[in-house]
């Protein structure tokens, strides 16, 4: 079958990407020979292979344009996530507590598409530099591994970066702040950073070292939940460390393109949104049902019982962050069935976090009313709005497929997942945990069990549900039409 596809602009565009990856592997490097840890051969080792490739590529088709279409964006960003993964995983096989090919694969997809499931049963024997690439692979995949190359790759700022922006954007719409997309990039990477430095600093200030706010701080920020102790946030026995990383997982779980808006000191637009009162009302609610639940459970009436651990609980549940709760299992079958719910769900789009987003939820649900009024009323005409601005018809359609095949994904994965013996709700609770890019584990791999007891089979199906997930279905999907691929 004949095809138009630009392979050479690809292979270039790839190989610059693979370069800067080559590039940001020398910060662990750096962390690892400060705390003069050997896992710098690991990591010099991946940095040699990255460099290596990325330069072959870029002399092989150093004649070829970087001009791409829309076609080439999606294949780009659908590979460019599955490349960073082959060589970010070589630290870890390569580390002073090696993990295994497949492992080390689920560690590092894990870690770019901010999920937080984790193959490494004892964190606390790694290096720290294993352990800073963990972390910070989450936060270059926060905004997207593409949205942060658009900020540093200027060649990118034309259609090149407009196609691959709206391939791994996440959301209904795809708004810009900027006529130059760089420009779009490097505001919100800067709200991003802005943040980042602003959490550090609070959690350095309370009971964590410099290193464990920076790791902490990434996998909140970046709403991906790798965390650099055996016990979780539980390890700091802190209520100050829990509200600072609540505020800022909620924080995280917001429009980046919104929270700019407050930069700008435009308040009325970020408190008038229509999403912002939804996600918060989302919060606020599925919180007053926790606390009913914990006090017909007669949980003891403490603040943190009542309040902050519920709170954390929710919004890194809701975010995505997947930072979990010591005991949280014991809270009973509709706690879990409200985290289920919350994990779909997730927060914003536009945001860090995974799931169906909020704006959807929205969407569907004034979609839901409107039905029922047309039933009523089947002569009116009802339209579907959000802040104002009336949907079309045709993207509040795209809305409802988007979100009947992201369901369909957690069936026909969780049916895969009960024929390794599973029971249904460990099935069903770790793939809306992967495809929401969350990372909490309940069952087998909950408190008592772990993600690397999973089956090989297993561990592939979830990475290839993680990366879907991400990219948000249609990205992934698309590249398996045979039509995609014709002239």
Known sequence: MRTSVRVGAIVRILGRLVLIEALLMLLPLAVCLIYGESDWRGFAVAVGAAALTGGVAELSVRRRGTSIRSREGFIITALVWVVFGLFGMLPFMLSATPLGFTDAMFEVISGFTTTGASMITDVEAQSHGILFWRAFTQWIGGLGIIFFMLAVLPELNKATGISMFNAEATGITHGKLHPRIRQTALSIWGVYASLTVVSILLLWGGPMNLFDSICQTFAAIATGGFTTRNDGIAYWHSDYAMIVLTVVMFVAGLNFMLLYSVWRKNIREFIGNDVFKAFTGVVVVVYLLFLVSALLRGEEMTLDNLLVYPLFHIVSAVTSTGFSITGAEGWGPFALFLTMLLMTCGACSGSTSGGIKIDRVAVMWRN?????????????????????????????????????????????????????????????????SCIGCNGLGYGVTGAEGSFALLPAAVKWMLVWVMLVGRLELFTFLVLLLPSFWKR
């Open 368 to 432: 839901f009313i409107n039905e029922i009024r047309k039933t009523v009323f089947p002569k009116r005409t009802y339209v579907v709005s959000i802040n104002g601005s009336a949907l079309h018809n045709s993207l509040v359609s795209r809305i409802s497929a988007f979100v009947s095949l992201y369901l369909l994904t957690i069936v026909v994965a969780s049916a895969v997942v009960t024929l390794f013996g599973y029971e249904l709700t460990d099935s069903l609770f770790m793939v809306i």
